[in-house]
């Protein structure tokens, strides 16, 4: 569901920062927690990739990206580099960076992506794109 779709406005963006956030780690009786964006505007997204298929190579202008990974088989670009990552890894994508989520295992790879900036599809570059869509916007 789109924001449009319930009527909200998206809030004020805050800077893009240029560098990863601090990542809290709290411990507690239980176990213990991360914290991703502490009382940080941002937002956060889900991702799924089926095996063998892949995003688009894209960067966003206003928005920089932290990428958790949940499953083995992602395989994350970022500018040149391309490697294959585990569960628990963190991929810090600046704003302007292209970048790209592939799954080259045998399952669905997910990728909790919280975004730092204003989260605008229009604001999406494509380099390349399996699927012919447009080199700008959605």
């Keep these: ?67 958790i990974v949940l499953d083995d088989g992602a395989v994350v670009q970022v500018g040149g580099e391309i490697r294959a990552h585990r569960a628990g890894d963190e991929i810090w994508i600046p704003a302007n960076e292209k970048h790209r989520l592939s799954c080259q295992g045998d399952r669905p790879v997910r990728v909790i992506e919280v975004a730092f900036g204003n989260w605008q599809q229009g604001d999406i570059s494509r380099y390349e794109d399996d699927f012919k869509r447009p080199a700008k916007g959605e």
């Design 1 to 67: 569901m789109n924001p449009e779709d319930i009527n909200c406005k998206p809030m004020n963006p805050e800077p893009i920062p240029s560098g990863k956030p601090p990542v809290t780690f709290v411990e507690r009786p239980w176990g213990s927690f991360k914290q991703y964006a502490f009382n940080r505007a941002c937002t956060v997204s889900l991702m799924t990739v089926q095996p063998g298929q892949r995003l688009s190579l894209q960067s966003h202008t206003g928005r920089a990206e932290l990428w």
